[in-house]
C-alpha cells in the first residue's frame, strides 16, 4: 500500500491516480476477506473443540450403539466403568488427535498455496507494471525462481504432510 500512497502523492496523471486507488481497494478487500477467513476459523475451532460440542458427541453415540449391538455374553467381556472410561476418554483422543489433525492439514495447505499465490501475483504485477510504464529491459523480465522454488517446495510439504497425517492417524488407533 505504501507505494501506492507514495505514487498518488507524487503522480499528476489522473489514470495513474486512479489505478492505485484501486489498487489500495483491492488490497483493503482482500485484508477483509482474509481477517473473516481467520475469524471464521477462530469460531470453528472453539465449536468442534469444546469437551461437549460436535464431534464427540457423535462418536460417543456410535461407542454407544456399538455396545447395545454386542451379544449378551460380549457385554461381560469389559466392565462398565471401562466403557463410560471409552466414551470419556478415547473418543476426545480420536476427535483431538484425528479431527484436528485434518483441520490443520488443510489449513497448511491453504496457507501454502496462499503464499504461492503472492509470490507469483508480485511477480507478475511488477513486470505489467514496468511493461505498461515502457521501462521494460532485457534484464527486467521476470525472475521466476521464487516462484519456481515455492512450486517445487509445494509437492513435497504436501506428501510430508500427508505422510504425518497417515502416522498420527495410526497412532490414534492404535490407542
Known amino acids: 500500500v505504501d507505494h501506492a500512497v507514495r505514487a498518488i502523492a507524487t503522480s499528476t496523471d489522473d489514470a495513474i491516480i486512479r ?3 484501486w489498487e489500495i481497494l483491492i488490497l483493503a478487500i482482500i485484508q477483509l476477506i482474509s481477517l473473516g477467513l481467520l475469524r471464521w476459523a477462530d469460531v470453528t475451532q472453539t465449536r468442534y473443540r469444546g469437551r461437549t460440542g460436535g464431534y464427540r458427541q457423535d462418536h460417543r453415540l456410535k461407542l454407544l450403539k456399538k455396545f447395545l449391538n454386542l451379544d449378551y455374553s460380549e457385554h461381560w467381556d469389559a466392565s462398565g466403568s471401562d466403557w ?3 466414551q470419556v476418554q478415547h473418543v476426545d483422543t480420536v ?3 484425528g479431527y484436528w489433525q485434518v483441520y490443520i492439514l488443510f489449513q497448511s495447505l491453504f496457507a501454502l498455496f496462499l503464499s504461492w499465490g503472492v509470490a507469483v ?3 507478475l504485477w511488477s513486470f505489467s507494471q514496468k511493461k505498461a ?3 521494460l529491459k532485457s534484464s527486467d523480465y521476470p ?3 521464487p516462484a519456481v ?3 517445487l517446495v509445494f509437492p513435497f510439504s504436501v506428501i510430508a504432510v500427508l505422510i504425518r497425517r497417515k502416522l498420527t492417524w495410526a497412532t ?3 490407542r
Open 95 to 97: 476427535v483431538m488427535s
Open 143 to 145: 525472475d521466476l525462481s
Open 149 to 151: 522454488g515455492v512450486a
Open 121 to 123: 501475483t508480485v511477480l
Open 133 to 135: 510504464a515502457g521501462s
Open 19 to 21: 489505478l492505485r486507488y
Open 84 to 86: 463410560l472410561y471409552a
Open 172 to 174: 490414534v488407533i492404535h
